[in-house]
């Protein structure tokens, strides 16, 4: 495609977006159980209002626009007040989880440094079903990254004794999970945070998909365990607001226990023949409407309307487990918010996900183990039995070889 000679018109260019997103995943039907968090027509409103509202305003510019400079502070004091933030806790706004963890590990590696530790190369140690933006911001940063299996004992959690066997001095952080982005599994955060501790090195809490949810859950009834800044070894968080927040994309939040911590994440700079900048995280220019979609939805929900949705998103998950095992398949460990990994013994997981595929579902699958994938939101709560409907079905055709005589489908996400 070239650039016109001439414009088009909006209706003609509204058309042409319209016939381009046809063939896209029906999200608003809940169709899609990855990517994108349905929470209503209302809240899609009150999304698009509030960016739209402060679509060109930059929150690089705090001087200029200190709306977005207070918004943004509100948003994390809301963040911190739900996540045990202690007196003195700080954070920001950054584009999602990758931008959050890629900033909590820089500043954990510029900490190390200033305490004379990871003389030689440093490393991270994490388990096994952390999230790759890890090992995404380590290549960045030539920083080693050490993966280490999960417990044996079939609870997909993370290992407090074998990651703590695989730190040292260069060691600048120790990850875990709320919860993990495979199984939907919360890792046993306040051992890990002994073992950070008892080590003296640097615990980021991977709450990307949890840091939104597991509070509302907790408070109706489900039994979350301690998983944020209640546990002391806990020095980071990341939590998406952009997933079980209902925010806009892009919004997420990264968060640290002190301003003592927080000082060694932004970038200052003053040597060349521009005027002084300071950037608080890894994007210069910040769309301001990411941060005024963030702060509106949170003050449309509060925390009455949070505790409906999740308590939605719980109740739809255990259904959907009910209904999979009369099925016959096996919920991996146990999920205890809106996300859940599932096998079937006699079944190939990905030929499933084939079939579910080719009825109209766009959900995700996980490797280890080999299995079927769901993020649920609040939406499925309508569409849940339709997918298990389809699941027999697609269970069906796998049992018969009809599958095998259809064109394959490769589950892959970029």
Known sequence: MKLPEKGQDWPAIKAMLEERGASDAKWRDGKTAVYVFNAGEEVE???KEAYT????????GPLAFPSLAQMEKDVISMALGLLHGPEGATGAMTSGGTDSIT??????RDYARSKGRAKQKANIVLPQSAHLAFDKACHLMDIEVRRIPLKQD????ADPVTMGEAIDSDTIMMVGSAPNFPHGIIDPIAALGGVAEDKDVWLHVDACVGGYFAPFARMNGESVP??????PGVMS????????????????TVLFRSEELYAFMPFDFAGWSGAPMKTPTLAGTRPGGAISAAWAVMNYLGVEGYRRLQGQVCETRKRAESGLRE????IVGNPMLGLMAFHHPDLNPFALYGEIYRRGWFTSVTKEPPSLHLMLSPKHADVIDAYLSDLKDACDAVRSGDAAKKPKVEARYS
Do not use: C, I, W
Not at 103 to 108: G, H, N, P, S
Not at 154 to 157: I, M
Not at 237 to 252: E, I, Q, R, T, V
């Open 45 to 47: 409103r009150v999304q």
């Open 103 to 108: 900033m909590a590990v820089k500043t954990a």
């Open 237 to 252: 968080m990341s939590a998406d607001l952009h997933k079980y927040g209902y925010a806009a994309k892009g919004a997420s």
């Open 53 to 60: 509202a402060f679509m060109s305003e930059n929150g690089l």
């Open 226 to 231: 301690p998983f944020d800044f209640e546990v």
């Open 154 to 157: 079939g609870s997909f959690e």
């Open 327 to 330: 099925m016959g398949f096996e």
